[in-house]
């Protein structure tokens, strides 16, 4: 399944995009896990099928309403076997 580390920039700490990135994995079935960077920047990990994980960042550019995701790095990592999706 493939798996990817996605990095978030812009306003994106203390905007509650932790919270939506994990109520949107969890709509979705998507493991792994979202935590805030010390640099400002928010850090997803995300394993799921390709077509979720589509769905998945086009809500992750989006962002929660009081953010504003200004760039979405993504890079594809080898499969972790996750279970859950989970805030660090």
Known sequence: M????YL???RV???GFRYFALKVAEELRVT???R???D???E???EAAESVLAQFEEKLRNGPSFGRVE???RLPIEERGDTGFQIR
């Open 36 to 38: 805030n960077l010390p």
């Open 13 to 15: 700490q203390g905007v």
């Open 44 to 46: 997803v990990v995300a």
């Open 71 to 73: 760039h979405l790095d």
């Open 40 to 42: 400002g920047s928010v």
């Open 32 to 34: 792994g896990f979202v």
């Open 8 to 10: 978030a920039r812009g």
């Open 2 to 5: 493939p798996a990817f580390r």
